[in-house]
Nanobody
Framework: VQLQASGGGLVQAGGSLRLSCAAS????????MGWFRQAPGKEREFISA?????????RYADSVKGRFTVSRDNAKNTMYLQMNSLKSEDTAVYYC??????????????????WGQGTQVTVSS
């Protein structure tokens, strides 16, 4: 599976952005896609994940709960991340990733096998 992330940009604090991640290749019922981000000098951290089928099963990091929403369009093989009420600390390169099978708990980068190229999100205060 190949992943292509897009939609990053510069936005003022309190604003919104929507990221997209298009997946090419075959996906199956246990396919899972997720979002991570990496700020300068920091480790890559989990943001959100969504199961590809079987209902809207999602998971979020505490830092983005209530502000970010992950969704998918199976017909377009695309995952989205709607980011609202953005803060300066949300500034990072955002990556989409995929794995097979849902993950118990909060996954780390090593739990995902395929990665997109990353898209820069900059929130100005």
């Amino acid at each position: 599976v190949q992943l292509q992330a897009s939609g990053g940009g510069l936005v003022q604090a309190g604003g919104s952005l929507r990221l997209s991640c298009a997946a090419s290749g075959r996906t199956f019922s246990n396919f899972v896609m997720g979002w991570f981000r990496q700020a300068p000098g920091k480790e890559r951290e989990f943001i959100s994940a969504i199961k590809w089928s079987g209902g809207s099963i999602t998971r979020y990091a505490d830092s983005v709960k209530g502000r970010f929403t992950v969704s998918r369009d199976n017909a377009k093989n695309t995952m989205y991340l709607q980011m609202n009420s953005l803060k300066s600390e949300d500034t990072a390169v955002y990556y989409c990733a995929s794995r097979w099978g849902w993950y118990a708990g909060i996954p780390g980068p090593g739990d995902f096998g395929s990665w997109g190229q990353g898209t820069q999100v900059t929130v100005s205060s």
